[in-house]
Structure formats: C-alpha cells, structure tokens
C-alpha cells in the first residue's frame, strides 16, 4: 500500500475540478492508498470573462498559472482540458500522459423549439433562420458560418453554466458547446443536437485531459504513465502536431478528427477564414504505433493545408 501524497494544479471551475477529480481517482486505482489533494488555481481566463479569449493573447489563458504551480512546487501534475493546452512546450514541464478521451464533439443548445426543422444538416436544422447562436470558438463560428450563412453566430463568454444561463435569459437564441462538457457535468439532457463531426470538425484536443508535469519528476511520469490511454495519446499527438506547424492557436478557426483502424491512424483537418468563406481541408492516414509516428502523420497533414493556403486564412 502507498502512503504517497500526489498534489493537482487545477483551475476551480466545476468542469475542471470534475476533470481533477476524475484524474485522483484513477491515480487512486491505480495505487490504492495514495492520497490525492487539489490545488485550485485562479487562471487569466477565469478572472477576466470579458474579453474575448483571442484579444487577451489566446493560448494559455487557463493554463499558464496552473503550469507555474507545478512548477514552483506547490502541485506535483496539472490536469488541463487539453484543447486549452499550447502546443509549444513549456521549458521544465512534460505532457506526460493522456487519459481515454470523452466524446469530441459540439452540441447545440436551443432556448425554443424551431416550429418547422428543415431538411436534415448535421445537427444545424435546429436553428431557426437568422438565429443568434453564442459560441466562444472562432473554430465553431467559421464552420457554422460555412455551412449557415444566415445564422448570427456571436461570441460569448463564461463557463457552462453562465452560458446556458445566458440562454434562458434570451440573449441568444441558441447556444453551442462541447458535448464532452455536458456529460461531464451531467447536462447532457439539455442537448438539442449533437453536430456532425464531418459538418463540424471538433477542437485539436478537444474532449481529452493532458497530465502534466515536471520533466526531472521520474515518479510522478511512471505514475501518469499508468493512467494514460496510449491511442488517445497517439491522436492527439497527431492533432497537436498539425496544430503546431500551422503556427495557429488553440483559438484559430481549425478543426481535426482523428480515428484509427488496424495500428493505422488516419486525420482529417480544416482550415478557414473567421467569416467561413474559404475553406481548406486534407485527410490523410499512416501506420502510427507510437506517439512519434502520429506526429509525424499530423505534419503531413498540416504541410498539404499549408500548400493550399491555409497560412492565408488564419492570418485573416
């Protein structure tokens, strides 16, 4: 039995404490006796929801200073949506470990009824003509701008919770958000429509937790390392690659699927402008047993978006 005390850097949203929360307890079952404790962290983006996310810098809004709590000592590992996780390393920190992911994709949310759904649309039929759609996600807002031009698709701020308030209180007529979110915080009832992944490509990362932690922190990584899920890791490893080579934040309108068959991993990424307008989009597989192979695989990928102009849409 372990008489170990392991420390999680976390943010102190209910999502990201449900996120924690469910990392201590498959430490726990991986090594009964351990003791888990919480750090709750305030992050940039909880303390300002105001701005938009792109305006206060973009990537590492909600990570930076749980990352500086790991680094200081005060946590052992940090547990991040990994969506909201830079791409670029941060010097002393390792992405040691990936748990099994949740579903990746967008549900939208509607506040009424629409009296006569159209034809079939990948989950977008739900939506009124000309209705006010609140989304955080310049990835959301372009595909849904793509494929609805009528919609007004606005930004909005907040957590789950603020969001759906917003809702009910008729500032938008429809919201839409991660379903992972909802099923993690049994709100999964309030779904309207799940969207096609094909209408709608999901978040590099999106629906997956990334356990960080100190690179010198052997026991720890051994530790993380038991609870992560190695295809996951590989996927996302892909999906993260290609985010990086398009030098495009975790906030630019891209969106990635990932799936793999017979140790063969294939990912389809797009890439459009912020109004939807254009739109690029490659898919592509290779053999991928290890991390390194599905980073390779999402370079590839990212090189062909690049080729058809991709550079050009995100830089807007």
Not at 77 to 93: I, N, Q
Not at 254 to 263: M, N, P
Not at 282 to 300: D, F, K, N, P
Request: negative net charge; contains cysteine; proline residues 3%.
């Amino acid at each position: 039995m372990s008489d170990a005390v392991i420390r999680i850097a976390t943010r102190a949203s209910r999502l990201a404490l449900w996120q924690a929360r469910h990392v201590a307890g498959l430490l726990e079952s991986a090594e009964p006796g351990v003791v888990v404790e919480l750090v709750e962290v305030s992050t940039e983006g909880d303390r300002d929801r105001v701005q938009r996310l792109d305006a206060m810098g973009g990537t590492g809004v909600f990570t930076r200073e749980v990352q500086v709590a790991v680094l200081d000592g005060r946590a052992d590992l940090a547990v991040h949506s990994l969506k909201d996780l830079p791409t670029e390393a941060v010097d002393g920190l390792l992405l040691a470990s990936v748990p099994e992911r949740g579903r990746s994709g967008d549900a939208v949310i509607v506040g009424q009824p629409v009296s006569e759904v159209a034809e079939a649309d990948g989950g977008l039929e739900v939506l009124a003509t000309g209705a006010k759609v609140g989304t955080g996600s310049p990835r959301r807002q372009a595909q849904i701008r793509h494929r609805r031009p009528d919609l007004q698709v606005v930004g909005i701020r907040g957590n789950v919770e603020t969001r759906l308030r917003k809702l009910e209180e008729d500032e938008y007529d429809a919201v839409v958000l991660a379903v992972a979110g909802l099923e993690r915080l049994e709100l999964a009832e309030r779904i309207t429509a799940v969207l096609d992944p094909d209408v709608v490509l999901p978040a590099v990362g999106q629906g997956a937790l990334g356990l960080e932690c100190r690179g010198d922190d052997a026991e720890t990584i051994a530790r993380l390392e038991m609870i992560g899920d190695p295809a996951t890791h590989r996927a996302t490893a892909a999906e993260r690659a290609m985010l990086s080579r398009l030098r495009a934040g975790c906030h630019a309108p891209v969106g990635v699927r990932t799936g793999e068959t017979d140790d063969r991993l294939w990912l389809q990424g797009v890439v459009l402008d912020s109004e939807g307008t254009r739109r690029v989009e490659v898919r592509s597989e290779a053999e991928a047993t290890t991390v390194e192979h599905a980073e390779l695989l999402g370079l590839a990928v990212a090189d062909e978006l690049l080729a058809g102009g991709a550079a050009e849409l995100i830089s807007g």
